[in-house]
Structure formats: C-alpha cells, structure tokens
C-alpha cells in the first residue's frame, strides 16, 4: 500500500482481522464514503468522509473524475501480484485442508459455469478465519453470507434462511454452510426447524470438542492455559438419525471433493462431519494478508417471523439440509 498515492474505503470496516489489528500501514491519505456516519475515522483516520449510499456516491465521483484522472499502469499487476503472494501465504499453512478449500472452489466454479452460483455461510470457526473468509472466489455481492459483528452461533440459522430464500425466489444457487461444534450447538435446535422444513443445503460441521477460536487466543495469549473451552457434544450421527438428516463422517477434509462429485453429494439435506486424525492439529489463525472480501449478506429470508392480524405468530416456512463434522483432533477445529 505504500506504493499508493491514496485508499478510497468504500462500505468496508477495516476490522482488526483484516489489518494484522490495526498494524497494516495503509497509504498517507485515506478517503471513505459509508452510509454509516460512525464509519468516520473507525479504525483508522479518515482524511475525507462522505456519508452516502456507495453506488450514487461512486457514480458522482466517477462523473467528476472522468478524464481528469491517469492511474499509474502498473497498480493493476501489482495488486494482482501481492493477492496472488497472499494466497499462496494462506494456502501454506492449511496442510490437508487445502484439499478442502481447493474441492470447494471447485463445486462453486463448476457452479458458476452451469450458471448459478453458491451461497457461501460461514460461522465463527478457525476454518473461517483462515480460509473460509478468502476463498472461495464468489460471484455475487450477497453470495458471502456472516455475521458482521462476529457473533458466534449464527451460521446454521443463516443457512436455513439462505436456502429458504434461494427456493423461494428460485435462483437455482446451492448453500453451503461451514460451522464449528461450539457456534453449533448453540444453536442446535434449528436443525429440527431445517429437516421439517426441507431446507436444501450442506453443514460442514468442524468438530474438536470444544471453542476451537477460543482455545487458539488462549495459546496465543495465555500460554495455552484453557478455560470454559471444552464441550460436551452430543454423538451427532444419532442427532442426525434422530430428525432423519443424512449425516457422512469423514477422517479428514482430503475425501471431500470425491462425495461432492457424487449424485446428490452437493444437494439435497446433508450433514458432513469431520473426524481429525490423532493429534492432527490446524494452523494458528491468522489475521488476513489482503483486504478483499465479499460484501456481507443478511440472513436471505424475506421474513424470518410473519403473521396475520388476530393470529398468532408463526415461524416463516424453512427448507432441507445437508451436513458434513469433524471429530476431535486435539487441536483447533
């Protein structure tokens, strides 16, 4: 960035995940247009702030800059090039998950090609902060579906109205959901609403037994002193027997990509679980080498709770799931 004159910051919230907290020096002059007026010098400085909506505001400027403006013609192939060193930085770390992202980004490209799409929902999960932030590459602003204040918990409940939403309005995209086992279970019910309500999408339930995203600041800042970090879960294949949800456990992320390429593997109501190998551990999280992300997407339902006058309410209708788990690896899920 210090080869920048200037950084237009348009909607983003330069949060400390995707600064190396705060650290990341960013050019001299900063410019923001949000329609936040608190987005104002949050995070860093601003040297210019418009409050407004991004498209009018960018149309506006793009009127006043058009034929005014000569961008350096070497910015392009180096921000193409520091994204390309930043993948390859992240992908490093990931060991056999890579097989995990590399399938993934697969099914959405072959997605994309047979033209719809994926909605990508992620809770609070190591997975999430190291890769699931990054890749896949999306192709649609709302496509990227998590809770922008990171609330832990609300990835299962996001899927369900994500699926929902697609069947209703008839997108024809495929949801696809990447939870750990602590935000899981503390929404555990909604698996009930999703089997009744057929919501078609796949939980890929990353399971260690405990607040992997808790357990890791712990290493990082106690010196692996844990507290109130271990979890008593339930055995999730009867769980999943139980509210008739298909469930696959797997050894380790490397088989994924073969079931997904199997009929019915990516649709329908699954549950894929995870089992990590004895003492198989993931990487530390690691705070984001680039800044570009999808926006953020609300829960896809067009009414979570609706109801007529003089009766009661009633939960809007859901659709089926699909689920994938990981069992404990004694390490970060």
């Not at 999430?128 to 609330?151: C, D, Y």
């Not at 979570?304 to 089926?320: D, E, I, S």
Request: aromatic share 8%; hydrophobic share 40%.
């Amino acid at each position: 960035y210090q080869s920048c004159d200037a950084m237009l910051v348009v909607g983003s919230r330069l949060r400390s995940n995707e600064t190396l907290r705060y650290q990341l020096k960013l050019p001299a002059a900063l410019y923001r247009i949000d329609a936040n007026a608190l987005a104002h010098n949050r995070g860093y400085p601003s040297d210019y702030f418009v409050q407004g909506d991004a498209l009018a505001t960018l149309h506006a400027l793009a009127d006043r800059l058009e034929g005014r403006m000569a961008p350096d013609p070497a910015l392009l192939p180096d921000v193409q090039r520091a994204r390309q060193q930043a993948v390859a930085h992240v992908n490093g770390t990931l060991g056999p998950y890579q097989a995990l992202q590399d399938g993934l980004a697969a099914q959405a490209a072959q997605a994309v090609q047979n033209g719809s799409g994926l909605w990508w929902v992620r809770d609070i999960t190591l997975s999430n902060s190291m890769w699931g932030n990054r890749a896949p590459q999306l192709n649609h602003p709302r496509a990227g579906v998590h809770a922008l204040g990171g609330g832990i918990g609300q990835g299962l409940a996001m899927a369900i109205g994500a699926s929902v939403a697609d069947r209703l309005h008839g997108m024809g995209r495929k949801t696809v959901a990447l939870v750990g086992d602590g935000g899981f279970m503390l929404n555990v019910g909604e698996l009930a609403c999703a089997a009744q309500e057929r919501a078609p999408f796949v939980l890929l339930l990353m399971n260690d037994g405990g607040y992997g995203v808790i357990k890791n600041i712990q290493d990082d800042l106690y010196g692996s002193r844990h507290c109130y970090v271990d979890l008593h879960t339930p055995d999730f294949a009867q769980l999943c027997a139980s509210l008739q949800v298909a469930h696959l456990r797997l050894s380790g992320p490397e088989p994924a990509p073969q079931y997904w390429r199997r009929p019915g593997g990516w649709t329908g109501r699954w549950w894929w679980r995870w089992t990590c190998g004895p003492g198989a551990r993931l990487p530390p999280s690691l705070p984001a080498p680039f800044c570009a992300r999808t926006d953020h997407a609300r829960r896809g339902a067009d009414r979570v709770w609706g109801h007529r006058p003089g009766h009661p309410a009633k939960p809007a209708a859901h659709a089926g799931p699909a689920a994938l788990a990981c069992q404990p690896c004694g390490g970060a899920g």
